[in-house]
């Protein structure tokens, strides 16, 4: 038990300086090609700021992975073994590659990211394709429901759900960056608190956060890089698919099912309250007057 902390919080430490020094190299790419948020675009931000904070968390967060693998740390685990563990790296590799070669080609070419929902389910496919799928749900007061056929849909509507909540949280600078480094932080204590010997999942969640915590520095206080039209998906989806790894239903069940709906009504209350108010343009006759 001890090695799996040691081994996680040793890569939560070097994930989230990795993803700090390259948030610096990216962001100055970003300005010095004139990869920048179009205010008049995106009403949210009054500035331009560098685009491509995703690259940061992709590449810090795999990298460990490679790593790991490469050095024979992992093994076989309590619900997977090590053959399985190296098809869902790799299936997640691809599927997230995926996710940064088409957000990085939006933000360059300055797309409108009108197809960037398709990408997320023809990634989810990938997910499919490699076995990271839903196949029993442990809810609790009900039990276990195998989900049969229905595996894919539920996981496309599973990952489409948590991805568009790191979007609505994403226009807060920062929050989205925030909310999923707290959160795979939990979700690795409560990997940990299982007591059965796993290292994978808890890797997992405890690199991701301190991935996603990299670029806090520059989001909430330096305000240097945002993830883009389109990055900010790749954040969710990440955590979305390391909920589906975990073959934890029923805690992602009773963890999820408050805070999405808690964030849901907090992020629309003030979108249509408070920030239409204040940032819609204002009319000759209301600035006459």
Known sequence: MQSVWTLCLVSAGGTFVLSCLLAMLVQRIARDRKVLSDPKKVRFYTSERPLLGHIPVFVSFFLPFALTFGLGIFSDDFFYTLVELKRISIGLFLASLFLVI???????????????????????????????????????????????????????????????ITELLDFFEGLASAVITLISLVFFHLQIAKGQGEVFVPFFFATLGGAVAGLLPFQLFQKKILYGKSGNKLVGFLFATGTVIARRKETTGQFFLFPIVLVLFVVVLIHFLFLESQLRPISPTRAEK
């Open 102 to 164: 088409s957000a990085t080609y939006s933000d360059v070419r300055n797309d409108p990211g009108d197809l960037e929902w398709l990408y997320i389910i023809g990634s989810s496919l990938l997910l499919y394709f490699f076995e990271i799928r839903f196949i029993v749900l442990k809810i609790p007061l009900i039990g276990d429901i195998n989900v049969r056929f229905w595996g894919l849909p539920l996981l496309m509507v599973w990952v489409l759900l948590v991805v568009s």
